[in-house]
């Protein structure tokens, strides 16, 4: 059974910093494709960052670029979003998304871990 296990979601003021991560099971972690997405109250889920699965090629949106870094760690099966100067828009529940390598390929989603950017 696959899981996608979110977590280190939190309230933090502008300006702070958060880790999330997310510990994958039940297929093959090392082949699979991961980004993390985020949807904030009434808008559509957006990606925020992805990470290869061979080469660790990183992918980032714009909003987050140069605050934000993903990052694998293969023998934990984890995917893990550092989140530097932090922004009240970046408020939203953030979602761990994997591709698998098979065919056809298959995704997979976590359950979402909420972050709070606040004064």
């Known amino acids: 059974q696959v899981q996608l296990v979110e977590s280190g979601g939190d309230l933090v003021q502008p300006g702070g910093s958060l880790t999330l991560s997310c510990a994958a099971s039940?297929?093959?972690?090392?082949?699979?494709?991961m980004s993390w997405y985020r949807q904030a109250p009434g808008k559509e889920r957006e990606l925020v960052a992805s990470?290869?699965?061979?080469?660790?090629?990183?992918n980032y949106a714009d909003p987050v670029k140069g605050r934000f870094t993903i990052s694998r760690d293969n023998a934990k099966n984890t995917v893990y979003l550092q989140m530097n100067s932090l922004k009240i828009e970046d408020t939203a529940v953030y979602y761990c998304?994997?591709?698998?390598?098979?065919?056809?390929?298959?995704?997979?989603w976590g359950q979402g871990t909420q972050v709070t950017v606040s004064l």
């Open positions: 998304k994997a591709v698998s390598s098979g065919w056809p390929p298959r995704s997979y």
């Open positions: 039940g297929f093959t972690f090392s082949w699979a494709a």
């Open positions: 990470i290869t699965s061979t080469s660790g090629d990183t």
